[in-house]
């Protein structure tokens, strides 16, 4: 691409709320045939907001909020947050909380009114020896809406889970359908679980989903794309997608998350709307094209 054609796409993006970097972000931006995108705050809003309590037998379902929005006042997960909001609204009371610790990608723990407390996804019950067969049906269900359950654990024992609901964002879809109609391969890369990720992806008609990753696994599957001759893209928001956006040929950020995603990104889409990709792709072809 030439200077002028260059500030021509840099100027038009900048207008359109699409900030690119530098003359490399644009031009490998133009070559990129793979999307990886970020599920949490890049699809959706990134404003889960608690729906369901459900208790296990024998355990009060304002107890079971209690205690799991007492942890999560320690924690500054947007899950945490949704849980704490649900709990001020429902009037489940809450306590202070000591030995609090976050299992990254996997959920918290500590000491409520005298009760170990554990709350997170299965993988910190299977870490904790708890065993969740009697809640998992229930769980799948709400999963399978595109909803994320958290299960809770108290001394040990599994007392219930709580589930949230994160709306996908309003311009997704078209996003989504118009870079599918440029011939990008899009994958859905998530912590999540793999029948939250796979209904959310569906309703976007995504098809390719990675469920379950730990932070490092976003960025191991980005080298392994590009290993296999893939030009790679990927979108996030989150302070733990901010290695993969670092590993990918082009690192795209909302300006709604992180600072930290912003500064390992060669594009930030200041509104945090996924159109601005279709936009980038647009104008980085047109300045490519100017070469000649
Ligand atoms: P994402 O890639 O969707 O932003 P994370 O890697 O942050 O996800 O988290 C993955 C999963 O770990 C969550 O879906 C949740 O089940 C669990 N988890 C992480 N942090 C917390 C927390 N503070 N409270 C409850 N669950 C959590
Ligand atoms: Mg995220």
Redesign the pocket.
């Known amino acids: 691409a030439t200077p002028m054609s260059i500030m021509t796409a840099t100027g038009r993006g900048a207008q359109a709320g699409v900030l690119i970097k530098d003359a490399e972000a644009l031009e490998r931006f133009a070559a990129v045939d793979t999307l990886i995108v970020?599920?949490?705050?890049t699809l959706t809003e990134g404003r889960p907001r608690l729906t369901d309590v459900v208790p296990a037998d024998g355990f009060d379902d304002n107890r079971l909020l209690s205690l799991a929005a007492s942890l999560?006042r320690g924690?500054e997960?947007?899950?945490?947050e949704a849980?704490v909001e649900g709990a001020r609204e429902r009037d489940a009371a809450m306590q202070e909380a000591s030995g609090f610790e976050?299992?990254?990608?996997?959920?918290?723990s500590g000491t409520v009114g005298g009760a170990t407390v554990a709350?997170?996804?299965a993988a910190?019950m299977a870490d904790l020896g708890v065993a969740i067969d009697a809640l998992a049906p229930n769980a799948d269900a709400m999963r399978s809406e595109g909803k994320?359950a958290?299960f809770v654990a108290v001394d040990g024992r599994p007392a219930g889970f709580v589930a949230v609901a994160d709306p996908v964002k309003a311009t997704t879809a078209e996003a989504i359908r118009a870079l599918h109609g440029k011939g990008l391969r899009v994958i859905m890369?998530?912590?999540?679980?793999e029948r939250t990720a796979r209904a959310v992806a569906a309703s976007l008609g995504i098809d390719e989903v990675r469920a379950d990753?730990?932070?490092d696994g976003k960025q191991r599957l980005i080298e392994e794309l590009r290993a296999a001759g893939a030009k790679v893209a990927m979108a996030g928001d989150?302070v733990?997608d901010a290695p993969a956006l670092a590993a990918a040929d082009v690192g795209i950020a909302m300006g709604t998350g992180a600072d930290v995603a912003v500064e390992s990104a060669g594009i930030t889409l200041v509104k945090g709307d996924l159109n601005g990709i279709v936009r980038a792709r647009a104008l980085s072809q047109a300045a490519i094209r100017n070469i000649k």
């Open positions: 970020d599920k949490t705050g999560e924690s997960h947007p899950l945490a849980i976050a299992v990254t990608g996997k959920g918290v709350l997170g996804n910190m994320t958290m890369a998530t912590g999540d679980n990753m730990l932070p989150g733990n």
